[in-house]
């Protein structure tokens, strides 16, 4: 099995709403990853979390709070978000550890966010 | 500071012809180039991963070329077909220590068109 899978597909929310976007997979892999794609463009790295703990943050605004509850599941908060926020939100994952750099990345089918 | 660059941003060509895709990237210490492919509003696909010790992969009608030292890459796709119409994603994957293994770098994508 070499699936991510994200939930929901598609999510409207309003600028003082609280969602959650959720991403799961079951093929070991202990880094995972949260990217935003705007339209036409290519995706940016967001967080990355490795053994479950947060690695890395690119100086996303704190309205996006990432969560890893275990190895298999990353979730990510959205709060008092922007218009300008809208974008597909794809998760991915891949192995860690020695060699790890050598495998491949495998992403899930995105949620498309709008924020209105 | 790893930059990835696809031409062409567009192509559009006849359903049976030949083609390829290029992507370079500025610096050579990387892990391996991952191929993407995008349908609209949808997730990436991973085509093929090679190995930045490797000189080319092979999966089905597509080809993929890496040449490390010149920092570039191509993507050959034999016989086009309506069905292979999508953007087409090259990633470098840089090496690094700890936090940033692995971590992805993308191109802008090349949008194929092909034409029954």
């Known amino acids: 099995d070499t699936e991510v899978t994200q939930t929901p597909k598609h999510l409207v929310m309003g600028m003082t709403n609280k969602k959650s976007l959720k991403c799961e997979q079951h093929?070991?892999?202990?880094?995972m990853y949260w990217y935003k794609q705007k339209a036409k463009k290519p995706p940016e790295l967001m967080f990355v979390?490795?053994?479950?703990?947060?690695?890395i943050n690119e100086s996303v605004p704190s309205r996006f709070s990432p969560e890893c509850p275990n190895s298999s599941l990353l979730n990510l908060h959205l709060h008092a978000l922007q218009p300008e926020d809208s974008a597909l939100y794809l998760c991915?994952?891949?192995?860690?550890?020695?060699?790890?750099?050598?495998?491949?990345?495998?992403f899930g089918q995105g949620t498309r966010l709008t924020v209105v | 500071k790893q930059e990835v660059t696809q031409i062409p941003a567009a192509l559009s060509v006849p359903e049976g012809e030949n083609l390829v895709l290029n992507c370079s990237f500025t610096?050579?210490?990387?892990?391996?180039l991952q191929w993407f492919r995008q349908d609209p509003g949808k997730g990436l696909t991973s085509l093929l991963l090679?190995?930045?010790?490797?000189r080319e992969q092979t999966s089905g009608r597509l080809n993929a070329s890496l040449d490390k030292s010149s920092g570039r890459s191509t993507l050959y796709i034999a016989a086009s077909q309506p069905g292979d119409s999508a953007t087409y994603l090259c990633?470098?994957?840089?090496?690094?220590?700890?936090?940033?293994?692995?971590?992805?770098?993308f191109g802008k994508g090349t949008k194929l068109s092909v034409k029954p």
């Open positions: 991915a994952s891949s192995q860690r550890g020695q060699g790890a750099g050598r495998t491949e990345a495998f």
């Open positions: 093929m070991g892999h202990r880094a």
């Open positions: 979390y490795s053994y479950e703990k947060l690695s």
């Open positions: 610096d050579s210490a990387i892990y391996n």
């Open positions: 090679i190995q930045s010790s490797q």
């Open positions: 990633a470098v994957r840089k090496l690094g220590y700890g936090g940033s293994q692995g971590n992805l770098i």
